[in-house]
């Protein structure tokens, strides 16, 4: 299965390259962008899990909604370049180091681990294996809880996002004065 | 291909975005990097659910991915909260939890 092998670096070093992306470019525009590589990327990875509705859900809701949502706040607040530290903080210097040192870690929980089936392909699984049938079929049937808490739980974001977000000041603004004329709002004048 | 190389890419993704929630000051960017560990989290659930021959494991990657939406939806709505009270947008000016 060479095909799949070559697949997997491809995807693979895309993936890495999106992520390290988003922590070294400096332009938050820039930013989203190469997370939205890593995301396609990381699909293509799903896909050869064998999650097709997976990956399909990654496509559409994380790189087409999430990050339209990030490319909107960006442009709202207007993306800067972040400026360069002045100051050397200690948690800039070390900052670098903890990561490596949680990497070391995880490569040692790898390494160390009992688990027998790491270096197989995975359990034999027949062909609608991560299909969105299956998929529907065990979120209706035996993972109901958690999918109508996840439900709500997305109702209860969205509420406290427009709450945060919301203009406070909206309401102040005065309505005109009664005898006076509003002004027209069709007069647009055009300067060239 | 075997399934420790996911998992070994899924470390490396995990080990780069907890880089950039350190090392990084704009909030926007560093939500960016939680979602990069989710993401990393998400392909370890898949790839283990891929091993083991069960199912489970993609719907809890599923249930990650919605807590990962509340999530964004929250972190940038409190950046606009922040953006529209003039508040500078930069973790290390934000000491104080008062509004």
């Not at chain 1, 990381?42 to 509705?53: D, K």
């Not at chain 2, 964004?72 to 973790?91: E, F, H, K, S, T």
């Amino acid at each position: 299965m060479w095909f799949e092998q070559v697949l997997f670096f491809i995807a693979g070093a895309g993936a890495l390259a999106g992520a390290l992306g988003v922590v070294l470019l400096r332009n938050p525009f820039y930013c989203v962008l190469a997370l939205v590589v890593h995301l396609v990327t990381l699909a293509v990875l799903f896909l050869l899990l064998q999650a097709a509705f997976l990956a399909a859900a990654q496509v559409v809701v994380y790189a087409g909604a999430v990050m339209v949502l990030y490319i909107f706040v960006v442009a709202y607040i207007g993306g800067r370049d972040e400026a360069m530290r002045p100051d050397e903080s200690l948690i800039t210097s070390f900052g670098p180091l903890f990561a490596v040192a949680i990497g070391v870690e995880l490569c040692f929980a790898l390494i160390g681990s009992g688990l027998e089936a790491l270096d197989t392909r995975g359990a034999d699984v027949g062909a609608g294996f991560g299909s969105p049938g299956q998929i529907g079929s065990l979120l209706l049937r035996r993972f109901l809880v958690p999918f109508e808490a996840a439900s709500y739980l997305l109702l209860v974001a969205a509420v406290g996002a427009v709450v945060l977000a919301r203009r406070r000041r909206g309401i102040e603004e005065e309505p005109p004065a009664p005898g006076r004329e509003p002004a027209p709002a069709e007069t647009l004048e055009v300067r060239v | 291909m075997d399934v420790v190389w996911f998992l070994v890419l899924s470390a490396f993704i995990f080990v780069i975005g907890a880089a950039g929630v350190i090392v990084r000051r704009d909030p926007l960017v560093i939500l960016l990097c939680l979602e990069l560990m989710l993401n990393a989290g998400n392909l370890a659930l898949i790839a283990f659910a891929r091993m083991h021959g069960g199912q489970a494991g993609q719907v809890f990657a599923l249930i990650v991915m919605v807590i990962a939406a509340c999530e964004v939806v929250i972190g940038l709505g409190i950046i606009v909260a922040m953006y529209r009270n003039r508040l500078q947008i930069d973790v290390d000016e934000m000491t104080e939890l008062r509004g």
